[in-house]
C-alpha cells in the first residue's frame, strides 16, 4: 500500500509535467493496477 501510494504520487506529479495524453493514459493504466494489487 506505502509504496503503491508513493508510486501513485510520483506518476501524478509526472503527469502534471508532462500533460500529454499518453501520460495521462499511463497514469490511468498504473493507477489500475495499483487498484487491483
Known sequence: MVVCSMFYFFLQVSVEETNKRKSFINY??????????
Not at 28 to 37: S, V
Open 28 to 37: 490511468i493504466k498504473r493507477k489500475l493496477k495499483c487498484i487491483i494489487k
